[in-house]
């Protein structure tokens, strides 16, 4: 894993449909697709799948229908109110993300909602409790089951949205910036992509270090905002050398680069550090160009990898990290994490921006709008239906433009939802 109240206008919406939840796996949901009260009558239970690796149309919606699930011990049963999107479904729809299990699986890693009922042994948690949940996939569907020491208890004033927008950016930007990189009074570090979740949430976390500088780089048309958050110095890699521009301001360089970039990008960032400064690389953006898997990019990203030897290391008094929080396996680690991210958010010192919301029909254009660097924060997937759209009050369409558009979007809707019948155990 490892990759944001927006000023931008949310995009146009769209339908686009997902399949069936993952094969079970050790630390992902069951597909729980039912209400515990409805044992006699299954519900019907709408989930985002990975069909296959490839582009948008890759990921569908279905509507499936299934008996009550049994919670095991340690388990508790969850409706989904929001759900996350992070750079490594944009991977994984690719087949770029190792930790996801082989299609057709419910793709989404982190969620929001509210318990609905809860396993033997579950002592702190109850119905009714508002809570977030992390999972390694299997989010992205309307009711979960989950271990319940992977859910945590949302703050009164949190919404739903903001809940579902924290787990992943900001563990992965707080153990990086204090476990790792221990940032200190003082100290410089330059964000890559500093208008995505994982950026917006770091830039943040260096603001409870008092006189951290922060260097950050993004499309220009985003610097106004991203300075307003935080960023002491915005730069704009599109038109601009980000080195020469650091280097104008900071002769010596940064203390401390977050890179989820790869490639030739991780040797600027080396190049980059003062003496006992740290690089951390949490990503390979560089290999995402588009909706489908990019060889040339991928090998062009491979080919300019940094390469070191250990006596290099020693003699530029450098330090190289990589982080992958999916591969974090202490679960006390991350709780512990978890509660200092949510006592920071009470506090008021850290609140995830949402860039934009989307009705699961609509998962392609959120993915598009991530793959096109447009986010200015965190996308989040709501599992609600989408409600019919009201006629625009101001330039209205003709009546029979208007009569074939709704012909139109209900041949979508038939074309684009899928009803999957589960029989009851």
Not at 14 to 30: F, G, N, R, T
Not at 373 to 392: A, D, F, H, M
Request: charged share 25%; aromatic share 6%.
């Amino acid at each position: 894993m490892s990759e944001e109240a927006p000023t931008q206008q949310q995009p146009p919406e769209q339908e686009k449909k997902l399949d069936e939840p993952p094969p079970a796996a050790s630390d992902a949901p069951q597909e729980s697709c039912s209400s515990p009260a409805a044992e006699e009558k299954p519900l019907s239970c709408r989930a985002l799948v990975l069909t296959g690796f490839g582009g948008y149309d890759k990921v569908k919606l279905q509507v499936k229908a299934q008996s009550q699930p049994q919670l095991q011990a340690g388990e508790v049963l969850v409706r989904v109110k929001a759900c996350g999107l992070n750079f490594g479904e944009l991977l994984g729809r690719q087949g770029l993300y190792e930790l996801l299990p082989a299609p057709p699986v419910t793709m989404g890693m982190e969620g929001s909602g509210v318990i609905e009922a809860v396993g033997e042994d579950v002592t702190d948690r109850k119905v009714g409790d508002r809570v977030i949940a992390l999972t390694r996939s299997g989010m992205w569907q309307e009711i979960v089951v989950v271990s319940a020491n992977r859910t945590f208890l949302m703050p009164e004033q949190m919404s739903f949205e903001e809940g579902a927008a924290l787990p992943i950016n900001y563990l992965t930007a707080y153990m990086m910036l204090f476990e790792m990189a221990n940032v200190r009074p003082g100290k410089s570090v330059l964000v890559h992509m500093a208008a995505g979740g994982v950026g917006i949430a770091a830039t943040q976390l260096c603001q409870t270090v008092q006189d951290v500088t922060v260097f950050g780089t993004s499309s220009a048309s985003k610097h106004e905002t991203i300075a307003q958050g935080g960023v002491t110095h915005p730069i704009d890699y599109r038109t601009k050398d980000y080195v020469e521009e650091i280097r104008k301001i900071s002769p010596k360089g940064v203390d401390i680069v977050l890179d989820p970039l790869g490639g030739s990008d991780t040797q600027k960032g080396f190049s980059l550090l003062k003496p006992l400064g740290m690089l951390i690389v949490f990503g390979a953006a560089n290999c995402v160009t588009g909706q489908k898997k990019n060889l040339l990019a991928m090998a062009k990203t491979w080919y300019n990898q940094l390469s070191l030897t250990t006596l290099k290391l020693m003699q530029s008094n450098k330090a190289v990290c990589g982080f992958h929080l999916g591969y974090i396996s202490d679960e006390q680690l991350i709780s512990r994490t978890m509660s200092t991210l949510l006592e920071l958010y009470s506090q008021g010192k850290i609140k995830p921006r949402i860039d934009s919301r989307y009705h699961f029909e609509e998962v392609a254009d959120a993915m598009k709008r991530m793959h096109e660097r447009q986010n200015i924060g965190k996308v989040i997937l709501l599992p609600e239906p989408k409600k019919e759209e009201e006629k625009p009050k101001s330039n209205p369409e003709p009546e029979e433009n208007v009569e074939k558009t709704e012909a139109a979007v209900d041949e979508k809707k038939e074309d684009t939802t899928e009803e999957v019948k589960a029989e009851k155990d």
